[in-house]
Antibody
Framework: QVQLQESGPGLVKPSQTLSLTCTVS??????????WSWIRQPAGKGLEWIGR???????NYNPSLKSRVTISVDTSKNQFSLKLSSVTAADTAVYYC???????????WGQGTLVTVSS | QSALTQPASVSGSPGQSITISCTGT?????????VSWYQQHPGKAPKLMIY???NRPSGVSNRFSGSKSGNTASLTISGLQAEDEADYYC?????????FGGGTKLTVL
């Protein structure tokens, strides 16, 4: 049974770069036809899709975040990562990683990690 | 891209049925059969309940069903139970991107 776990700093200063890693266990990130996605949720608000990566390295990003987002994959470590640059308080949220089986079928999800942007 | 439109809240009594709508455009909900629904309890990660408009993952109760007409998708929960009280989100594919609805809080009276 595949499980995902997010990790990274819980506090990031404004204007800096947020960096998170999602570790996949219970299966190879390279097996099967899956995308690997990042999704975030500000406190008390709805979900926002950030972007996805295929194990070939091809990516799709939310147009509203595209200029600041980079998603990469490290198949040797069974991990994929998120970098979000020039962060502001508006980027404070719980960040989830998820496996996407074909399109918008996100399952499973990681437990989520809270990232706060504050000086 | 704007979020898909969901009612902010719905409610129902145990045993009743409720329907949550998710309205988009011909560029997202209406243009693809890639609509999914997620259930989220407080402090928990979302859980996939419906994918590809009307398919249920293994382990999800058959009380949950999905459908689509034009630019609007719907999630119906029949035989409402207390444990169904949660937030529900729809999601749709759109031109290499993905959109979520604003979420609907379901209250079981």
């Amino acid at each position: 049974q595949v499980q995902l776990q997010e990790s990274g700093p819980g506090l990031v200063k404004p204007s800096q770069t947020l960096s998170l890693t999602c570790t996949v266990s219970g299966g190879s990130i390279s097996s099967g036809s899956y995308y690997w996605s990042w999704i975030r949720q500000p406190a008390g608000k709805g979900l926002e899709w950030i972007g996805r990566i295929y194990t070939s390295g091809s990516t799709n990003y939310n147009p509203s975040l595209k200029s600041r987002v980079t998603i990469s994959v490290d198949t040797s470590k069974n991990q994929f990562s998120l970098k979000l640059s020039s962060v502001t308080a508006a980027d404070t949220a719980v960040y989830y990683c998820a496996r996407e089986q074909w399109l918008v079928r996100f399952d499973p999800w990681g437990q989520g990690t809270l990232v706060t942007v504050s000086s | 891209q704007s979020a898909l439109t969901q009612p902010a809240s719905v409610s129902g009594s145990p045993g009743q049925s409720i329907t949550i709508s998710c309205t988009g455009t011909s560029s997202d909900v209406g243009g693809y059969n890639y609509v999914s629904w997620y259930q989220q309890h407080p402090g928990k990660a979302p859980k996939l309940m419906i994918y590809d408009v009307s398919n249920r993952p293994s382990g999800v109760s058959n009380r949950f069903s999905g459908s689509k007409s034009g630019n609007t998708a719907s999630l119906t929960i029949s035989g409402l139970q207390a444990e169904d009280e949660a937030d529900y989100y729809c999601s749709s594919y759109t031109s290499s991107s993905t959109m979520f609805g604003g979420g609907t809080k379901l209250t079981v009276l």
